[in-house]
């Protein structure tokens, strides 16, 4: 145990460092400062850890593919943070995705084998998604994500597994000495819990140690090199990345992207988003519950405050209900919400004093989640279930509600969509309705046909530790109190045995694999859309609980290595791709493709670098300087499919009041797919705007 915890003396000498340093920077000047720095270097000398941080675009093809399919509202990133204590590595890495699928992760530790051996594996790596819901699908291998994602999509894919291992590379190739502090603090007015219903299940004991029925807290962890620069920033909050709602069709990191780019413009300045050399993560944590939605939900034809049990409206259903804010529209909420989460990160940064220190450690296994006995009291023993969704899942939620008529809380089942689903898919089981009651199930999906089984029964759980901090990566979305749970138990294991009770222990969620939420066994009787989509039955935390304290006892003993590996996951091959092909792209007569006013520009090609440019000219050199690329949050690029093949990209940048004056023009890139014979020929065009002036009023 002796290695990790947090270091308790270089600590005052670096408080004081930077005391004077402060003092020296409002009275005496620079000189002193370089001088200080020099004197704190040398006094120290030994750095902690090895430090590598990296950042690759994994945007995919932002047209025509599912779930967003329409231009880009900001660029997609992936963030790789490696640390090394001389013995072990472990890598955390915070992809903007919806989360991070089994299939994923295989072809990322795959291609990572092929590069660097048995360097980076199962147990240290940890992929989390930052649960984006404009990002793109199709890189499932099950079959109900499979049906969603219109099958499994070979360039949103390939995209999503060079953008990781790219950023892998990246921080690889960065690594250096260097030293980690932690700082802790809270973040109101951002959050809101979106199943309240459901918390107030829980023990009334339980729930009266918390303060909210959301976690407000902010963990923040800055990376330095050995001189004291940063050189990174990862952090972790729980918020749905929601802001950009369902009516959104283009792609956008949302509210814990934004919160990215903008520590990052700080960090890098003068360089393009997406660029620079620090790198910032915002994680995803225990957000099942929790929506960014602040102005909460109402019925929006009628005003009127929804149904509360059901989040159903008078007038219209499930899909009034509908939860916004705190802007006027989706793209203001998303600038608020990832502003407030920057805000507080950028304080936390700034403070964190109290250094990380200690080995680090990773604990790996695979788990058939469908087969875990869990001991619920001395006497009594229960089991989880085979995978299945309750009919509230077909509900949705306040951010976002379903197309039929489910509505949440239900507990019976409907005989109308239970006899549609017995003819066409097969009834559930009664053993399998037993087990998950009282939920009534919609989709038996452990029970369903087909060689591709429709949900994973094998589960990866992971815990990483970096001195007194604890990376709990958990494979779905827990709810508030699950994570707490979760937290609670993997705090007591590590700290057991120590003197120090100092452990901070973060979710990092929607890690390694998808299987929907985890709610506890309390919330799960009530059966909103967390408890119907809690698939293998009422114990699932239960069983995450025994399964998560294990690792933690692992780890506190240095038996990591002895952990039994369980059931390796099944990688399937021939999955289909249900798009039809792209067809041949059309332009009118008499025009060229990148013709501007009429522009007939189909977006095609994977991973173009950009798809616009706003350039200013530079009066001196007579050249024009790239000041934003579709990354940039002022720039939205759109791309509407037509009828006759014909399709229309527009390029918007709204010029923000600290634009340079000055003349701009703006570009746009993309490519066109012809039929040359039966050969597809794929060719690189290119649009340019006339000159125009952003002056001292720029309204026009
Ligand atoms: C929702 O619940 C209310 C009572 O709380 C009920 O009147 C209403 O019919 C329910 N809506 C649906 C669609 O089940
Ligand atoms: C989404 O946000 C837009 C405003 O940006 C609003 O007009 C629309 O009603 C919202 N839709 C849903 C389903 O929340
Ligand atoms: C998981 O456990 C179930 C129940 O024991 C078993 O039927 C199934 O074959 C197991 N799955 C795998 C992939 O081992
Ligand atoms: C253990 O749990 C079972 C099922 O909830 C309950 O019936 C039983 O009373 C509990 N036993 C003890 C000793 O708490
Ligand atoms: C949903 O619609 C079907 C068909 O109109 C109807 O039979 C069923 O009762 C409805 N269910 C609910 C919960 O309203
Ligand atoms: C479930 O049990 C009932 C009565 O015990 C029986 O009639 C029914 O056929 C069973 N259903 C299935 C799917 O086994
Ligand atoms: C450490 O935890 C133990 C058990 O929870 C508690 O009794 C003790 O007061 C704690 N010590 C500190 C320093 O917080
Ligand atoms: C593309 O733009 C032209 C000119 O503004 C317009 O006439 C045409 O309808 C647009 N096509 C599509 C598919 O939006
Ligand atoms: C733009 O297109 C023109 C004409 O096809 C080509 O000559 C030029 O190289 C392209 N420019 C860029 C920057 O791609």
């Given at each position: 145990?002796a290695?990790?915890r947090?270091?308790?003396c270089?600590?005052?000498?670096?408080?004081v460092?930077?005391?004077v340093l402060?003092?020296a920077?409002?009275s005496?000047g620079?000189a002193l400062?370089?001088?200080?720095?020099?004197r704190?270097a040398h006094?120290d000398?030994?750095?902690?850890?090895?430090?590598?941080?990296g950042?690759?675009?994994?945007?995919?093809?932002p047209?025509d593919?599912?779930l967003t399919a329409a231009?880009i509202?900001t660029?997609l990133?992936?963030?790789?943070?490696?640390?090394?204590d001389?013995?072990?590595?472990?890598?955390?890495v915070?992809?903007?995705?919806?989360?991070?699928?089994q299939r994923l992760?295989?072809?990322?530790?795959?291609a990572?084998?092929?590069?660097?051996g048995?360097?980076?594996?199962?147990?240290?790596v940890?992929?989390?998604?930052t649960h984006?819901?404009?990002?793109?699908?199709?890189?499932?291998?099950?079959t109900?994500?499979?049906i969603?994602?219109?099958?499994?999509?070979?360039?949103?894919?390939?995209?999503l597994?060079?953008g990781i291992?790219?950023?892998?590379d990246?921080?690889?190739?960065s690594?250096?000495?260097?030293?980690?502090?932690r700082s802790?603090?809270t973040?109101e007015d951002?959050?809101l819990?979106r199943s309240?219903q459901?918390?107030l299940?829980?023990?009334?004991?339980?729930r009266?140690?918390?303060?909210?029925?959301t976690?407000?807290?902010?963990?923040?962890?800055?990376?330095?090199?050995?001189?004291?620069?940063?050189v990174?920033?990862?952090?972790?909050?729980?918020?749905?990345?929601?802001?950009m709602?369902?009516?959104n069709?283009m792609?956008?990191?949302?509210?814990?992207?934004?919160?990215?780019?903008?520590?990052?413009?700080?960090?890098?300045?003068?360089?393009?988003?997406?660029?620079?050399?620090?790198?910032?993560?915002?994680?995803?944590?225990?957000?099942?519950?929790?929506?960014?939605?602040t102005?909460?939900p109402v019925?929006?034809n009628?005003?009127l405050?929804?149904?509360y049990?059901?989040?159903?409206?008078?007038?219209?259903g499930?899909?009034?209900?509908?939860?916004s804010?705190?802007?006027?529209?989706?793209?203001?909420?998303?600038?608020?919400?990832?502003?407030n989460?920057?805000?507080k990160?950028k304080?936390?940064y700034?403070k964190?004093?109290e250094?990380?220190?200690?080995?680090?450690h990773?604990?790996h296994?695979?788990?058939?989640?469908?087969?875990?006995?869990?001991?619920?009291?001395?006497?009594h023993t229960?089991r989880?279930c085979?995978?299945?969704?309750g009919?509230?899942?077909?509900?949705?939620?306040?951010d976002?509600g379903?197309e039929?008529?489910?509505?949440?809380g239900?507990?019976?089942?409907?005989?109308?969509?239970d006899?549609i689903?017995?003819?066409l898919?097969?009834?559930?089981?009664?053993e399998t309705?037993?087990?998950h009651?009282?939920?009534?199930?919609l989709l038996?999906?452990?029970?369903?046909p087909?060689?591709?089984?429709w949900?994973?029964?094998?589960?990866?759980?992971q815990?990483?530790?970096?001195?007194s901090?604890a990376?709990?990566?958990?494979?779905?979305?827990?709810?508030t109190m699950s994570?707490?749970?979760?937290?609670?138990?993997v705090?007591?294991e590590?700290?057991?045995?120590?003197?120090?009770?100092d452990t901070?222990?973060?979710?990092?969620g929607l890690s390694?694999i998808?299987?929907h939420?985890?709610?506890?066994?309390?919330e799960y009787?009530?059966?909103?859309?967390?408890?119907?989509?809690?698939?293998y039955?009422?114990h699932?935390l239960?069983?995450?609980?025994?399964k998560?304290r294990?690792?933690?006892?692992?780890?506190?003993?240095?038996?990591?290595?002895?952990?039994?590996?369980?059931p390796?996951?099944p990688?399937f091959?021939?999955l289909?791709n249900?798009?039809?092909?792209a067809?041949a792209?059309?332009?009118?007569?008499n025009?060229?493709?990148?013709?501007?006013?009429e522009?007939?520009?189909?977006?095609?090609?994977?991973?173009?670098?950009?798809f616009?440019?706003?350039?200013?000219?530079q009066?001196?050199?007579?050249?024009w300087?790239?000041?934003?690329?579709?990354?940039?949050?002022?720039?939205?690029?759109h791309?509407?499919k037509g009828s006759y093949?014909q399709?229309?990209a527009?390029v918007e940048?709204?010029?923000p009041?600290?634009?340079?004056l000055?003349?701009?023009?703006?570009?746009h890139?993309?490519h066109?797919?012809?039929?040359?014979?039966?050969?597809?020929?794929?060719t690189?065009?290119?649009?340019?705007?006339a000159?125009?002036?952003?002056s001292?009023?720029?309204?026009?």
């Amino acid at each position: 145990m002796a290695g990790r915890r947090v270091a308790c003396c270089g600590l005052s000498f670096l408080a004081v460092t930077m005391i004077v340093l402060f003092l020296a920077i409002t009275s005496v000047g620079v000189a002193l400062i370089t001088l200080l720095a020099l004197r704190n270097a040398h006094s120290d000398p030994d750095p902690t850890y090895l430090i590598g941080v990296g950042r690759a675009d994994c945007t995919g093809p932002p047209a025509d593919i599912p779930l967003t399919a329409a231009g880009i509202h900001t660029r997609l990133f992936s963030r790789a943070f490696i640390v090394d204590d001389g013995k072990r590595r472990v890598v955390f890495v915070t992809v903007e995705v919806g989360m991070v699928s089994q299939r994923l992760r295989l072809e990322v530790l795959k291609a990572l084998e092929v590069k660097y051996g048995p360097l980076y594996r199962h147990d240290n790596v940890v992929l989390s998604g930052t649960h984006t819901h404009a990002g793109p699908a199709g890189y499932f291998q099950y079959t109900l994500f499979i049906i969603t994602s219109k099958g499994y999509i070979k360039p949103s894919a390939q995209a999503l597994v060079d953008g990781i291992v790219q950023s892998v590379d990246l921080a690889h190739r960065s690594i250096k000495p260097g030293r980690i502090y932690r700082s802790l603090g809270t973040l109101e007015d951002s959050s809101l819990n979106r199943s309240p219903q459901s918390y107030l299940n829980n023990p009334q004991e339980e729930r009266d140690r918390y303060k909210t029925n959301t976690d407000k807290q902010v963990v923040v962890l800055r990376l330095t090199d050995a001189d004291g620069v940063g050189v990174g920033m990862l952090s972790w909050f729980a918020v749905h990345a929601v802001s950009m709602n369902s009516t959104n069709r283009m792609v956008s990191s949302d509210n814990m992207g934004y919160a990215s780019y903008l520590l990052e413009e700080d960090q890098n300045r003068g360089s393009l988003p997406g660029e620079g050399a620090f790198v910032a993560g915002f994680s995803s944590s225990n957000l099942g519950d929790v929506s960014p939605n602040t102005r909460g939900p109402v019925c929006v034809n009628t005003g009127l405050p929804c149904d509360y049990l059901n989040s159903s409206c008078p007038v219209g259903g499930t899909k009034m209900c509908q939860a916004s804010g705190p802007g006027e529209d989706m793209f203001e909420s998303t600038r608020i919400i990832g502003h407030n989460i920057y805000k507080k990160a950028k304080e936390l940064y700034g403070k964190a004093e109290e250094e990380v220190t200690g080995s680090l450690h990773a604990a790996h296994q695979w788990v058939n989640m469908t087969d875990v006995t869990v001991q619920i009291n001395s006497t009594h023993t229960a089991r989880t279930c085979k995978p299945a969704l309750g009919h509230s899942f077909a509900a949705g939620t306040t951010d976002g509600g379903g197309e039929l008529n489910f509505t949440q809380g239900a507990v019976e089942g409907d005989p109308f969509w239970d006899g549609i689903r017995d003819a066409l898919l097969g009834e559930p089981s009664n053993e399998t309705q037993e087990c998950h009651r009282p939920k009534p199930i919609l989709l038996s999906t452990g029970e369903m046909p087909g060689r591709i089984p429709w949900h994973p029964e094998i589960v990866d759980v992971q815990i990483i530790t970096i001195g007194s901090i604890a990376v709990v990566a958990v494979p779905g979305e827990m709810t508030t109190m699950s994570g707490r749970r979760i937290r609670e138990a993997v705090k007591q294991e590590l700290d057991s045995g120590s003197s120090l009770n100092d452990t901070v222990v973060v979710i990092a969620g929607l890690s390694n694999i998808y299987t929907h939420y985890i709610t506890t066994y309390e919330e799960y009787q009530i059966q909103r859309y967390e408890g119907a989509s809690t698939i293998y039955g009422p114990h699932t935390l239960g069983a995450y609980l025994q399964k998560f304290r294990h690792l933690a006892r692992a780890i506190a003993q240095g038996k990591e290595s002895e952990l039994e590996r369980g059931p390796e996951p099944p990688f399937f091959d021939k999955l289909p791709n249900l798009l039809p092909a792209a067809p041949a792209d059309k332009k009118p007569v008499n025009t060229r493709f990148g013709e501007v006013l009429e522009q007939v520009l189909p977006v095609y090609r994977v991973r173009d670098k950009t798809f616009l440019t706003v350039e200013v000219l530079q009066k001196t050199t007579s050249s024009w300087e790239v000041v934003h690329t579709d990354a940039s949050w002022e720039t939205r690029f759109h791309w509407v499919k037509g009828s006759y093949r014909q399709s229309n990209a527009t390029v918007e940048w709204r010029v923000p009041p600290s634009a340079q004056l000055g003349s701009y023009r703006i570009r746009h890139f993309g490519h066109y797919k012809e039929m040359k014979g039966f050969r597809p020929v794929i060719t690189a065009y290119n649009g340019t705007s006339a000159v125009f002036t952003v002056s001292q009023t720029y309204y026009y």
